[in-house]
C-alpha cells in the first residue's frame, strides 16, 4: 500500500503545473453588485459568486438563487478554451431566473475582461465589461475592503 501511495505522490509530483489563465482571479461584475472569482478547473475555467455589495435579503438572510441554494459560492459559469488565444467559449446562468446563456468570454488589453451571453447566436445577446478586484471579501460574501 506504502508503495503505492508513494509512486501516486511521486507521479502527482512530476506532472507539469497547470497554466493559469489570464481569465483566473476576482471581478466585478459590470454593475459592481458583484464580485465573481473565476479559476481553473477541469473543462478550462469556472465562475463563481463570491462577493456581494448587499449579500442579504430584506429579512436579513442571505440571498437565494431561484433553486433555493445560496447565491453565496453559487458555480454560474464555466468555459473551454475559444478557436482564437485569450477567448473562451461557454455557459453562464442568471441566478436569478437560472436560465442559461451561451458564453463568450476575452481578456481585454486594458486588463479587464468582456463577456458576451447570448441564446442562439452572439446577435441576440448582451454585453457586460468586468473589472479586476483587488478588494477582499468573507466568507458570508460580504465585501470588506475595496467597495
Known amino acids: 500500500m506504502r508503495l503505492i501511495l508513494s509512486f501516486a505522490i511521486l507521479m502527482a509530483a512530476s506532472l507539469p503545473p497547470v ?6 482571479g476576482r471581478w466585478w461584475t459590470e454593475d459592481k453588485k458583484a464580485v465573481m472569482e473565476i479559476d481553473v478547473c477541469p473543462e478550462g475555467i469556472c465562475g463563481k459568486l463570491v462577493g456581494f455589495v448587499e449579500p442579504y435579503d430584506e429579512k436579513g438572510q ?18 473551454h478554451k475559444g478557436e482564437d488565444a485569450g ?15 451561451k458564453l463568450h468570454l476575452n481578456y481585454r488589453p486594458d486588463g479587464g475582461l468582456h463577456l458576451r451571453g447570448y441564446v442562439l ?27
Open 87 to 101: 477567448e473562451w467559449e461557454g455557459i453562464i446562468t442568471d441566478p436569478r431566473d437560472l436560465s442559461d446563456w
Open 62 to 79: 442571505p440571498k437565494l438563487a431561484k433553486n433555493g441554494q445560496p447565491e453565496c459560492g453559487l458555480q454560474i459559469m464555466h468555459a
Open 19 to 24: 497554466a493559469m489563465a489570464a481569465e483566473t
Open 121 to 147: 447566436v452572439p446577435l441576440l445577446g448582451k454585453s457586460q465589461d468586468w473589472d479586476a478586484f483587488s478588494g477582499s471579501v468573507n466568507a458570508k460574501c460580504e465585501i470588506t475592503s475595496g467597495k
